[in-house]
C-alpha cells in the first residue's frame, strides 16, 4: 500500500507479474503491474501496464489508473442499488447491505470498493479469479 499522493489519491499495488518473450538473442524479460487508484470519497480507477522495471510499470500504471477515473455513486455508506456487471468469463455481482455489516467481498473488489469509499456493501464474483477482469 502507498501513501497518499499530493492530489489526495491513494495507490495499491494489486499484482506485479513478471513476463518473458522469446527473441532471437533470447528471452526479453519484462515486469506488468496492476494499480488501483482512490480519493476513499467517490472516485476510482485502475491501471495495467508493463515496463522493463517494476517501479516503471508501476508508475505507468498509477498514471493510466488517474486517466480512467470514474464515480461511484453512494448513499450515505454503502451503494443506492444492486450493480451486476461481466466481462468475459467473469461476473461481479454488488449489493447494498445495512450500515455496520462491512465489505463482505474477496479480492480486487474489496480493494477496489474500499478505495471508493464504500463501507457497507455485499459482493460475489462468479467464472474468474483473474484479478485484472474482476
Known amino acids: 500500500m502507498r501513501p497518499v499522493n499530493n492530489d489526495g489519491f491513494e495507490e495499491r499495488v494489486i499484482e506485479v507479474k513478471r513476463v518473458s518473450k ?3 538473442g533470447g528471452n526479453a524479460i ?17 491501471g495495467y501496464a508493463k515496463a522493463l ?3 516503471a510499470a508501476v508508475t505507468k500504471a498509477v498514471s493510466q489508473a488517474k486517466k480512467t477515473m470514474m464515480d461511484v455513486k453512494m448513499k450515505g455508506t454503502t451503494i443506492p442499488h444492486d450493480v451486476q456487471d461481466k466481462y468475459s468469463s467473469a461476473k461481479v455481482f454488488l449489493k447494498p447491505a445495512p450500515k455496520g455489516s462491512g465489505i463482505i ?12 469509499g464504500v463501507h457497507d456493501v455485499s ?3 462468479l467464472g474468474s479469479s483473474n484479478k485484472i477482469c474482476n
Open 30 to 46: 519484462s515486469f506488468a503491474a496492476l494499480v488501483i487508484v482512490g480519493n476513499r470519497n467517490g472516485k476510482v480507477g485502475s
Open 53 to 55: 522495471d517494476v517501479s
Open 123 to 125: 459482493s460475489k464474483m
Open 105 to 116: 467481498a474477496g479480492g480486487v473488489v474489496r480493494t477496489v470498493l474500499e478505495l471508493a
Open 22 to 24: 522469446k527473441t532471437t
